[in-house]
């Protein structure tokens, strides 16, 4: 946003424009206006206000405080012993391209090498994939609350975005399907969904899927299925994956499914993802690549590969490990004065109502500094998260007892309870 306005009194009586010293502040470089009214991250507010706090536990951000298992880091040393320091191919190298497609097919059906596109992680293949479909004007729908970057990234192309509100109640969060279906007009562009969701923890139904994909089919609706936190899904014994839109739609479908070996192997700082693509835009998706970071590093990707193969007992117990940890944290969160916090089926987080978080960010700034709790705000993830808060629970159980004790002596000081 410019404010020329309010500096020109600056300009106008300048009489010698020869004097370069002085630059009015109309005249001093800034962003255009789409990236200038982004909204900037509350996480980081709130983590910023923690610098310089001794021993802050931190809660908010979305990742384990475990490190990347020890056989991923050594195929990663490995290949830089080897001297695999080139650039590879924008889509990936055709090794970490075949075992993805086996890994895709295993879990949801057949799919080959030609639809799976390494990207540098899931927030790149999520801006990749909004590049091949939207620009200015068009029109993008999102299903909120929501990690912020699914709503902000349409914007930075020019595309419009609306929000759609999952309803809270006695079940959690919960899906208004026709307030969704009517919210997806025919002149809509793009659908962007999160499931299992960040930061609700929400699992979309296969049912639910499936009208949503006939209604998209119906109307040459895009669908952006981001699906990073799949294996992050506590369901009936022997389920593998949340339900996937890739389990109802051929390949060629107007569907792009977003992944990353950030969350099922704790790879967050690695920066490796993929996207299943239809084919057919493989050639423009190379394009976008290249324009935008060539390729994924070529040791990591060769740690990618590694994950695939070998990792599956690894992602096993991490979700046993999360899900113990989950209902540890909501037993010891339900026994606060005020709290109300449901189980949900999916990812790592707990979104729940606290009582003073009708200002969240104010009251997450405040437990940083008054308690060395981090916690992100509710939100930070849309208007319809005010009032809740959002609390990582992939650590161990003691680390998050810690947490709670924190939190349970903030509240009594202020006299919950
Ligand atoms: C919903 C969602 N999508 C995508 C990502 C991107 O993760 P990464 O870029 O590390 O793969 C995250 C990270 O927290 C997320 O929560």
Same mark, same amino acid.
């Given at each position: 946003? +410019?404010?020329?306005?309010?500096? +020109?009194?600056?300009?106008?009586?300048?009489?010698?424009? %020869?004097?370069?010293?002085?630059?009015?502040?109309?005249?001093?470089?800034?962003?255009?206006? $789409?990236?200038?009214?982004?909204?900037?991250?509350?996480?980081?507010?709130?983590? /910023?206000?923690?610098?310089?706090?001794?021993?802050?536990?931190?809660?908010?951000?979305?990742?384990?405080?475990?490190?990347?298992?020890?056989?991923?880091?050594?195929?990663?040393?490995?290949?830089?012993?080897?001297?695999?320091?080139?650039?590879?191919? /924008?889509?990936?190298?055709?090794?970490?391209?075949?075992? &993805?497609?086996?890994?895709?097919?295993?879990?949801?059906?057949?799919? %080959?090498?030609?639809?799976?596109?390494?990207?540098?992680?899931?927030?790149? $293949?999520?801006?990749?994939?909004?590049?091949?479909?939207?620009?200015?004007?068009?029109?993008?729908?999102?299903?909120?609350?929501?990690?912020?970057?699914?709503?902000?990234?349409?914007?930075?192309?020019?595309?419009?975005?609306?929000?759609?509100?999952?309803?809270?109640? #006695?079940?959690?969060?919960? &899906?208004?399907?026709?307030?969704?279906?009517?919210?997806?007009?025919?002149?809509? =562009?793009? &659908?962007?969904? /999160?499931?299992?969701? /960040?930061?609700? *923890?929400?699992?979309?139904?296969?049912?639910?899927?499936?009208?949503?994909?006939?209604?998209?089919?119906?109307?040459?609706?895009?669908?952006?299925?981001?699906?990073?936190?799949?294996?992050?899904?506590? *369901?009936? $014994? !022997?389920?593998?994956?949340?339900?996937?839109?890739?389990?109802?739609? %051929?390949?060629?479908?107007?569907?792009?499914?977003?992944?990353?070996? %950030?969350?099922?192997?704790?790879?967050?700082?690695?920066?490796?993802?993929?996207?299943?693509?239809?084919?057919?835009?493989?050639?423009?998706?190379? =394009?976008?690549?290249?324009?935008?970071?060539?390729?994924?590093?070529?040791?990591?990707?060769?740690?990618?590969?590694?994950?695939?193969?070998?990792?599956?007992?690894?992602?096993?117990?991490?979700?046993?490990?999360?899900?113990?940890?989950?209902?540890?944290?909501?037993? $010891?969160?339900?026994?606060?004065?005020?709290?109300?916090?449901?189980?949900?089926?999916?990812?790592?987080?707990?979104?729940?109502?606290?009582? *003073?978080?009708?200002?969240?960010?104010?009251?997450? =700034?405040?437990?940083?500094?008054?308690? !060395?709790?981090?916690?992100?705000?509710?939100?930070?993830? !849309?208007?319809?998260? #005010?009032?809740?808060?959002?609390?990582?629970?992939?650590?161990?159980?003691?680390?998050?007892?810690?947490?709670?004790?924190?939190?349970?002596?903030? &509240?009594?000081?202020?006299?919950?309870?």
């Amino acid at each position: 946003m +410019s404010d020329s306005a309010l500096t +020109s009194s600056f300009t106008s009586d300048s009489s010698d424009s %020869s004097d370069s010293s002085f630059t009015s502040k109309a005249d001093l470089p800034e962003a255009r206006d $789409a990236v200038q009214t982004l909204r900037s991250s509350q996480i980081r507010e709130v983590a /910023n206000a923690g610098f310089g706090v001794p021993d802050v536990l931190p809660f908010w951000f979305g990742e384990s405080d475990r490190v990347t298992p020890p056989f991923i880091r050594e195929a990663a040393a490995e290949a830089l012993g080897r001297g695999d320091t080139f650039y590879t191919h /924008n889509l990936g190298i055709a090794p970490l391209r075949e075992v &993805l497609a086996r890994y895709v097919s295993e879990l949801h059906g057949a799919t %080959s090498p030609e639809s799976i596109a390494v990207t540098s992680a899931g927030v790149n $293949a999520l801006m990749l994939a909004a590049q091949l479909v939207v620009g200015t004007g068009d029109r993008t729908v999102a299903l909120t609350p929501l990690w912020p970057n699914l709503v902000e990234i349409p914007k930075i192309l020019g595309a419009t975005v609306e929000t759609v509100s999952l309803s809270y109640g #006695e079940r959690g969060w919960t &899906l208004d399907l026709d307030r969704l279906l009517a919210a997806l007009t025919p002149d809509t =562009k793009l &659908l962007m969904i /999160n499931s299992p969701n /960040n930061p609700t *923890g929400w699992v979309m139904t296969r049912d639910e899927q499936r009208t949503v994909l006939d209604h998209c089919r119906r109307h040459g609706i895009w669908i952006v299925a981001d699906e990073v936190y799949e294996r992050l899904y506590y *369901g009936e $014994a !022997g389920e593998r994956a949340a339900s996937s839109f890739l389990d109802l739609t %051929s390949r060629d479908e107007r569907l792009i499914c977003v992944n990353s070996f %950030s969350k099922a192997w704790l790879m967050t700082g690695w920066r490796l993802g993929w996207m299943v693509t239809p084919p057919t835009l493989m050639g423009d998706l190379g =394009k976008l690549v290249e324009y935008n970071t060539s390729c994924a590093p070529s040791f990591v990707q060769q740690a990618g590969i590694a994950a695939v193969e070998h990792g599956e007992p690894f992602t096993r117990s991490l979700v046993a490990d999360l899900r113990v940890s989950r209902d540890h944290l909501a037993a $010891a969160l339900a026994r606060l004065p005020g709290v109300d916090v449901k189980v949900p089926h999916g990812a790592m987080y707990l979104f729940f109502r606290l009582p *003073g978080a009708q200002q969240s960010l104010a009251l997450c =700034k405040a437990l940083v500094r008054d308690a !060395g709790l981090g916690l992100a705000p509710g939100s930070a993830f !849309g208007p319809e998260g #005010e009032g809740f808060v959002r609390w990582c629970y992939a650590c161990d159980p003691a680390r998050l007892d810690a947490g709670v004790e924190r939190l349970a002596g903030y &509240l009594a000081a202020r006299g919950v309870g």
